[in-house]
């Protein structure tokens, strides 16, 4: 991942929840994918877990399933282990020095942060049968206009940023078989100020009848990959 900001508490002073509050939601696009394909797993791994709400608020949902979460990050997996029960476990390590595989690999906002993000998705590939993946897509008109790339890339340490065309080809050019795929409304859990209220009714319009352009005009809509 991009420098050492994971480890040396940076990324702790900036984000002190590790996105918690945004888990619940993240949690039911994993399901609402695995529900359109009819995936049942087994075991569930996720790669740069953080606090580990993604993994607990499944185990809520999928009750014959085990988790496992990992991340570099001491800081991280002391706030999961807090949410460790019998069927839910981290681990800090890197995910590819263990030599399990699993069903279901998630892959939840990371690849924008890693440097090598191609050699990663190809080192991961093999860890599991099914990979769900969720990749913010900076690269729109609204941020660009804006000038707040920068802005992404202090607060919360993007270092790539993608449109939904260049999230598939990177996946297809690391050899993945993408199976599905889905915009997710990032922007129903965005601050909830009037003017935030305003344009996250007015992309939900949009993205009814016309989800790319509003993806590529307006942003707030990061995309949901399966993938094999």
């Given at each position: 991942?991009?420098?050492s900001i994971?480890?040396?508490?940076?990324?702790?002073?900036?984000?002190?929840?590790?996105?918690?509050?945004?888990?619940?939601?993240?949690?039911?696009?994993?399901?609402?994918?695995?529900?359109?394909?009819?995936?049942?797993?087994?075991?569930?791994?996720?790669?740069?877990?953080?606090?580990?709400?993604?993994?607990?608020?499944?185990?809520?949902?999928?009750?014959?399933?085990?988790?496992?979460?990992?991340?570099?990050?001491?800081?991280?997996?002391?706030?999961?282990?807090?949410?460790?029960?019998?069927?839910?476990?981290?681990f800090n390590?890197?995910?590819?020095?263990?030599?399990?595989?699993?069903?279901?690999?998630?892959?939840?906002?990371?690849?924008?942060?890693?440097?090598?993000?191609?050699?990663?998705?190809?080192?991961?590939?093999?860890?599991?049968?099914?990979?769900?993946?969720?990749?913010?897509?900076?690269?729109?008109?609204?941020?660009?206009?804006?000038?707040?790339?920068?802005?992404?890339?202090?607060?919360?340490?993007?270092?790539?940023?993608?449109?939904?065309?260049t999230a598939?080809?990177?996946?297809?050019?690391?050899?993945?078989?993408?199976?599905?795929?889905?915009?997710?409304?990032?922007?129903?859990?965005?601050?909830?100020?009037?003017?935030?209220?305003?344009?996250?009714?007015?992309?939900?319009?949009?993205?009814?009848?016309?989800?790319?352009?509003?993806?590529?005009?307006?942003?707030?809509?990061?995309?949901?990959?399966?993938?094999?």
């Amino acid at each position: 991942m991009s420098g050492s900001i994971y480890s040396d508490g940076s990324y702790l002073n900036s984000n002190p929840t590790w996105h918690v509050e945004d888990s619940p939601w993240k949690a039911q696009q994993v399901l609402r994918m695995l529900r359109q394909h009819d995936i049942r797993p087994r075991t569930v791994a996720e790669v740069g877990c953080g606090a580990g709400e993604i993994l607990r608020q499944l185990s809520l949902n999928l009750p014959a399933a085990t988790f496992s979460g990992f991340d570099i990050s001491t800081e991280a997996i002391a706030l999961a282990r807090t949410r460790e029960s019998e069927r839910v476990q981290f681990f800090n390590m890197d995910l590819r020095t263990n030599p399990g595989s699993f069903d279901v690999l998630l892959v939840m906002d990371v690849v924008e942060h890693i440097e090598d993000c191609f050699g990663f998705l190809r080192s991961i590939r093999e860890k599991a049968e099914y990979k769900i993946i969720h990749i913010p897509l900076d690269m729109s008109v609204s941020l660009l206009v804006r000038n707040r790339l920068m802005d992404v890339r202090k607060s919360v340490g993007h270092i790539h940023y993608f449109s939904k065309h260049t999230a598939l080809a990177l996946l297809e050019d690391t050899g993945y078989q993408v199976l599905d795929w889905f915009y997710t409304p990032a922007y129903q859990i965005a601050p909830k100020d009037p003017v935030h209220r305003v344009m996250a009714a007015f992309r939900s319009l949009t993205m009814r009848v016309a989800s790319d352009i509003t993806s590529m005009m307006l942003g707030g809509c990061p995309l949901l990959v399966l993938a094999r």
